[in-house]
């Protein structure tokens, strides 16, 4: 069965602090991708990879950076967290193909909250 | 252009009633169209998904109604029930972009008992 899993469900940091999430995907995909939910706004895409040392930068990808060592790992970086950074934030990956209708698979999520 | 646009951000329906959620986009380019669904504590999942060559798709009581000259799609839940309560997300992409998806802002649905 398809597996995102993202390292912590919940985490609190303080202002100033440099904070690791951590995504692993057990399906061999290209793509993955870090989002941030917060309410009314939707999912809103922080940055995106398609391979290996690979990034693009999404919607929202200020305070952010990101680190794609192996293919199954993809680590968002949070260079010094702020309370505007607090957030539910999801990792997906899917595969890359020419094709549109390939299915995004979320973990479960990280509620990051930032003192 | 590359905004989806959802209605309303929050429902609320009886059990047994019909729950519909509406998207708009704008950029015609946009050739699939999928719907996912997020329970409290879990990442969101596909439900279900559309091509603009097609009106409607039905898969039990899900449904999608697609209309290409407005450039609207819609989800309709038919006999919602209490454990269809969630948050449903509408998307939209087109083959070339990489896999990523533009989605709507969400819509949190609550169906009372």
């Known amino acids: 069965d398809v597996k995102v899993t993202q390292s912590s469900r919940y985490l609190v940091k303080r202002t100033g602090e440099k904070v690791f999430l951590e995504c692993v995907q057990d399906m061999d995909h290209e793509n993955m991708f870090w989002y941030r939910q917060d309410p009314g706004l939707g999912l809103r895409l922080i940055y995106f990879?398609?391979?290996?040392?690979?990034?693009e930068k999404g919607d929202i990808p200020e305070g952010y950076s990101v680190s794609r060592e192996k293919k199954e790992r993809f680590s968002l970086i949070l260079e010094s967290a702020s309370t505007n950074q607090t957030s539910m934030y999801l990792c997906?990956?899917?595969?890359?193909?020419?094709?549109?209708?390939?299915?995004?698979?979320f973990g479960d999520g990280t509620r990051l909250s930032i003192l | 252009q590359q905004q989806v646009k959802q209605s309303p951000q929050s429902l609320i329906v009886q059990k047994g009633g019909i729950s519909i959620i509406n998207c708009a986009y704008e950029n015609t380019a946009f050739d699939y169209f999928p719907w996912y669904q997020q329970f409290p504590g879990k990442g969101p999942a596909l439900l279900i998904a559309i091509r603009p060559d097609v009106s409607e798709k039905k898969e039990g009581r899900f449904t999608i109604s697609f209309n290409k000259s407005a450039k609207q799609f819609s989800l309709h839940i038919m006999d919602s029930q209490p454990g269809d309560s969630a948050t449903y997300f509408c998307a939209a992409t087109f083959s070339g972009n990489t896999g990523k998806l533009i989605f709507g802002q969400g819509t949190t649905l609550q169906v009372k008992p």
């Open positions: 997906a990956s899917s595969l890359l193909t020419e094709y549109s209708n390939q299915p995004q698979h």
């Open positions: 990879s398609y391979d290996v040392k690979m990034k």
